[in-house]
């Protein structure tokens, strides 16, 4: 590693090594070369360009499809005492001239700009005047049309390198498969970029899913474990969100609602207090979420399924940026199965496109229904190998129990066959329990063989028995005909008995408890009073500026400062994420805290 790079990382971001292919990263940049880098949220991304651009001549160029990110990482580099600046539609003409006037005087070491906006003809020529250090293209899986978050304003960043020869350009993300990552070497026309792929674990985070039984219990009883913590709540549809927000209020909880349908000033006040209260619940659809750079958010819920692995991936590692202990819940049932893969045959794509968004859902509800470790299938969509289980999902901490479900899916199958493959799961279920319905009535059923055979079954284990069959391909729910049940090539050896299966049985929500709140700090009890002092003056720091606390120092390292006690400004400099800006800033006011503990 050259030693500028190495010095500057000390110097101005207070840490004193860099982690995983970092330092690769940037030796590739600094020679000149593309690269293309895979790390994982909160795996120290925005480094591998924002190093490049303070040490190499010129102006950093980073391209962002979110706003938030732009206004959050500016801030934050200015915290860090880097001249840094975006241009986006939140600012007047004014404003924009004036950010112009600085990059052309040499004042600004990083411009944050939307690619729609950069592509325009005003902005490419305003910038051929101007030296360029790098050009970073960050959420690069938005240029794929294979990927879960396609962009077209990203289609048009190819030519950047013929425009800017010789500017190194970087495509980063989070998230991408091995055929997403070609498709944005090639989309972008990276020149022979180097290729650095780091693990995709997260292996802070504990992932755990349940089918869904009472989704507002369940709810309830996971949040009993993340008591005065900040974290997000995922649904699917805006009127979902509204009522799980209120809910929560009812319950106590500082729950905020956030989708596309709030007038933009809500949006904007609700991110803003995400990012600088403590104990906040954002519930939100998928309008919320990238570019949130906040460390400690400590679970991420889902009460609907994500369209896909990705999708998942992405969405769930927002929580425990830290490295410390963060969880990913997520319940899930057969009307998500229903009504995701009816949207993908509702949308107006082509056939290529629904049968490759088919496929990733159908992955997504294989993995929900493994009965062995998460972790290992999760990371293999994406190319990653875990040689163990990881010990920290709910299969390995508790794995679920299994049944020779043969026999019950034969007498679901045929119930399927004697009704006509006209019907849904609940006439279905309803059939098999012998009940007496005025639909069952009119139609004859309670006259089929089939009527009252499975009574050995309660209702909720024979619509589990419904989902499991769905996911593993034996049953289709017809979207044309309102989610009919209907037979597929495949049920034909398991109705003949030539196969046997074995499904998962679904554990009762009786047996839910509360989990204990998992420690996220490793301090001894005796510094753990002057960790709360020192996060109690960044509290204050933070409101009296307007700044999310994070910006100031993460929760690691005012531990750090717990733990060691430093007395003078140079043992406070050795401190992990204290850099000379920080120091001269914030430094004597942290140092008195410590001084009178």
């Given amino acids: 590693m050259t030693d500028p790079a190495l010095q500057t990382l000390r110097d101005v971001f207070g840490y004193q090594r860099f982690r995983g292919h970092q330092a690769a990263v940037i030796d590739a940049v600094l020679a000149g070369r593309d690269a293309l880098v895979l790390m994982p949220t909160g795996g120290g991304k925005s480094l591998c360009y924002q190093i490049p651009a303070l040490v190499r001549d010129g102006v950093g160029i980073v391209i962002s499809p979110l706003i938030a990110l732009m206004q959050d990482q500016v801030r934050a580099l200015h915290e860090l005492g880097i001249e840094a600046a975006f241009l986006n539609s939140t600012q007047d003409r004014e404003e924009q001239d004036a950010v112009i006037r600085q990059l052309r005087a040499g004042e600004i070491k990083l411009l944050y700009v939307a690619p729609e906006r950069l592509v325009q003809a005003h902005t490419l020529a305003m910038l051929d005047g101007i030296p360029l250090s790098v050009i970073a293209i960050d959420e690069a899986h938005c ?94 549809s805006r009127k979902k969100v ?53 460390p400690d958010v400590r679970f991420v819920a889902h009460l609907d399924l994500p369209k896909s692995i990705e999708s998942y991936y992405q969405e769930t590692g927002r929580a425990g940026r830290d490295g410390a202990p963060a969880e990913a819940w997520m319940v899930y049932g057969l009307q998500d199965v229903v009504r995701l893969r009816q949207m993908v045959d509702d949308s107006e794509a082509e056939e290529d496109r629904k049968r490759h968004d088919r496929e990733k859902l159908d992955a997504l509800l294989g993995w929900c229904e493994v009965t062995s470790c998460r972790r290992r299938p999760l990371l293999a969509y994406f190319g990653d190998e875990l040689p163990a289980d990881c010990g920290n999902c709910d299969n390995c901490l508790d794995p679920p129990a299994t049944w020779d479900g043969t026999e019950a899916a034969r007498k679901l199958l045929s119930a399927v066959y004697r009704t006509g493959q006209r019907f849904g799961a609940a006439h279905v279920v309803d059939v098999l329990l012998g009940k007496t319905t005025d639909k069952i009535t009119r139609f004859g059923h309670d006259r089929e063989s089939v009527y009252g055979i499975g009574t050995e079954l309660a209702a909720p284990a024979w619509r589990s028995v419904v989902r499991q069959l769905i996911v593993e391909g034996y049953l289709n729910a017809d979207q044309e005909r309102f989610g009919a049940l209907v037979l597929t090539g495949k049920s034909r050896p398991l109705l003949r008995g030539e196969i046997e299966l074995q499904l998962r049985k679904d554990p009762k929500l009786a047996k839910e408890r509360a989990k204990r709140k998992a420690s996220v700090t490793t301090l001894a009890p005796a510094d753990q009073s002057l960790f709360e002092a020192l996060r109690q003056r960044r509290k204050e720091l933070a409101d009296r500026l307007d700044l999310p606390p994070y910006v100031i120092f993460h929760d690691a390292t005012l531990e750090q400062m717990a733990a060691h006690r430093p007395a003078t400004e140079d043992e406070l400099l050795s401190i992990n994420g204290v850099g000379e800006a920080k120091l001269a800033r914030y430094g004597a006011a942290f140092l008195e805290v410590i001084a009178a503990a």
């Fill in 242 to 294: 509204e009522s799980t927000a209120e809910m929560l209020r009812d319950e106590g909880y500082n729950s905020l609602p956030y989708h596309a349908g709030l007038d933009a000033d809500v949006r904007a006040d609700h991110q803003h207090r995400f990012l600088t209260e403590e104990s906040v619940i954002v519930v939100a659809t998928i309008a919320f979420g990238m570019g949130i750079d906040r």
């Fill in 143 to 236: 240029v794929s049309q294979w990927g879960h978050d396609f962009r077209r304003d990203y289609l048009s960043l190819d030519m950047l390198g013929e425009r800017y020869p010789g500017v190194p350009r970087m495509a980063l993300t989070a998230t991408a498969t091995r055929v997403v990552r070609e498709e944005i070497v090639q989309r972008l026309s990276l020149d022979d970029p180097g290729i650095f792929v780091s693990s995709f674990d997260r292996p802070n985070i504990r992932y755990r899913v349940q089918p869904k039984a009472d989704t507002r219990r369940q709810l309830t009883l996971f949040l009993r474990g993340h008591e005065g913590e900040a974290g997000i709540v995922y649904c699917l």
